[in-house]
């Protein structure tokens, strides 16, 4: 688990990350009384392999190498799976999906996107919502879901093109 998204751009021990991720999401899909089925499961797995979007044909692709089907549904069924119960966000300017690192847990995440990489962080975004909404406001506009992505530099590129 990743509380501030400040793991995603820093050297960590990623499987200890990705199996506590898998471990908690799997705990939620019980308390729950939700099936991760071994396809919902691969795919879920797919996506903590690495800190980044992934597009749902790469998802395909992993999948059915690994005999789950080539056909389009079988993907995009278990992504619409994860989305739909918050094992996973997608994230609309990659037309992409990443597992969600706070899954069971009400959030406003804020998506991070490297421009150069394309490595993801997914950030609290309370503050950055609770804004938007009251900026919403004055104008008779009550938000109902908002997807908050931006773009920039990772640490590691950053330093790359100094």
Do not use: W
Not at 133 to 152: D, H, K, N, T, W
């Amino acid at each position: 688990m990743d509380p501030d998204g400040t793991l995603a751009f820093a050297s960590h021990d990623h499987a200890a990350c990705r199996d506590g991720a898998m471990a908690h999401a799997e705990a939620v899909a019980e308390a729950k009384g939700l099936r991760l089925t071994p396809v919902r499961r691969r795919a879920l797995e797919i996506l903590l392999e690495s800190h980044q979007a992934l597009g749902a044909y790469d998802v395909l692709d992993r999948l059915a190498e690994e005999g789950f089907g080539r056909q389009p549904p079988v993907a995009y069924r278990a992504l619409e799976f994860l989305v739909e119960h918050g094992f996973a966000h997608r994230i609309r300017r990659l037309n992409a999906f990443a597992a969600c690192m706070h899954p069971g847990e009400a959030h406003v995440p804020v998506f991070l996107i490297c421009s150069a990489c394309n490595g993801l962080a997914e950030a609290p975004g309370a503050a950055v919502a609770a804004s938007l909404r009251q900026a919403a406001g004055p104008l008779g506009f009550r938000v109902e879901r908002m997807s908050i992505e931006a773009v920039g530099l990772c640490p590691a590129c950053q330093g790359a093109s100094e």
